[in-house]
């Protein structure tokens, strides 16, 4: 009889996963979720939900208040593995992207490289060229070539602005004479990426006059990356700069410039920058934490004198269905053409699926751009400000889960525990080590090549709720 019982036994957990919920059922996974975003370690919840007869409401309950008690989930070993749909191959050329890895003074594997027919590995070989390959004249004339283009008319599908930009920089590194007008081009140029590149050229040129104009640009990016250059370059000899960026109105600049006045022996620092915090401060956008920060150690303060808005608790309407198993999928529509599909895992992060799911509901997403790309890590974007510092609102809490960071998943930005910015992220490897600290809300099921080749600075015209394609 033994075999005969342990058969009907493992099959009760299938059988009672099938059972309809009631409202009762569902207001319950409601609470749990609301108490896990809390994190209310006592709420009455638990304990229902712990001995509830369902296996997926006692999964919710386990697995939440496990988050809730450990921030970094270290039971997460315990709970069932949950697995990634699908699996995606690598894109041929990456292979060749990681070779060029610690060769820089190679100068043959340097022009193949730029040479390459994928412009993910032609910009890494830009990036990674050394100074010994200053007297090739092949990779010279290429570099000066794409520097002399900053519309990228002799690049092709998919090139733009980007080979004038990394070009910039290696030029200043291999042949520093040449350079030094081409960056005063692009500095006082149209296009806010090229000026930023510039800035990163003028450091490396030592061009302290070019990174004092781009600090006052009028893109707040640009004047975020000068002000960081600046002060690598000259140290509090730029305060005056600095101080005059504390009133730009994009936090990313403001936080730079917070940075760069640290220790500042200027007697007007700390009042300055204590009134930069209060107009952040008005702001009342939970994720200008990092800028807020900065400014009050200027000011002689600590992150306890930090004084932040008030938390969104409130559940998303749909956080709910999505933890009991919806299916529910987003598509990313490219400005350049292509489109890619995002399959929202509740079954891991009801809330923030639920979040992200609104936010695209509401249009959030619809023109925002892709501002970090590493082709061998991951791509970051999905910010207002095109910048890090700048994102939504409030702040996403942490759901740290059992589905592994694997190539395709989409994770959820955050500069520390509990501050998701409402950014995504792409797993364009498996990433492992990310687990510990950052939420899998979703993965790409569909176009994933299209993911591949996004260059920074590209846009996602639309992001839509779409079905699920039928099989």
Known sequence: MRPLLLLIASALPLAA???????????????????EDRRDSTAAAWQEGLAHADPRIRLIARRGLARV??????????????PVSRHWPEPAWRLRYRALKDRGDDCAAMRAGLDDGAWHVRLRAADLVGAACAGDDSIV??????????????????????????????LARLKPDQAKGRVAAAAAGHNPWLRGYAARAALVLSDTSTLRTLAADPDDNVKEIAVEELSK???????DVYLAALHAPGVQAVRAAALALKGSPRPDAADSALAAYRRVLEGESETARDARIALLEVAGKTAADDQPPPADTTLPRDAVRLALGADVRLQVDMEGGGSWVVKLR???????????????????????IWQRVEPDFVIQGGGPGANEYVGYQ??????????PHARGTVGMSTRGH??????????????????????VFGEVVEGMPVVDGILEGETMTRVTVVMPARR
């Open 418 to 439: 509990d501050t998701g910015d409402a950014q995504w992220f792409v797993n364009l490897k498996d990433n492992p080590a990310l687990a510990k600290d950052y939420t």
């Open 394 to 403: 409030h702040y996403l809490r942490d759901e740290l889960g059992t589905l």
């Open 141 to 170: 004339s290429t570099l000066r070539a794409w520097a002399d283009d900053p519309a990228g008319r002799g690049a092709g599908r998919g090139g733009s602005w980007h080979p004038a930009a990394h070009a910039l920089v290696a």
């Open 233 to 239: 370059l000259i140290g509090h000899d730029g305060d």
């Open 346 to 368: 509740g079954d891991v992060a009801p809330i923030t699926a639920a979040r992200v799911l609104a936010l695209a509901r509401q249009g959030y997403y619809n023109g925002l």
């Open 69 to 82: 008690r450990d921030p970094q989930f270290g039971a997460r070993d315990s709970l069932p593995p949950l």
């Open 17 to 35: 996963q099938q059972r309809p919920l009631t409202k009762a059922d569902s207001a319950l996974v409601s609470r749990l979720l609301q108490a």
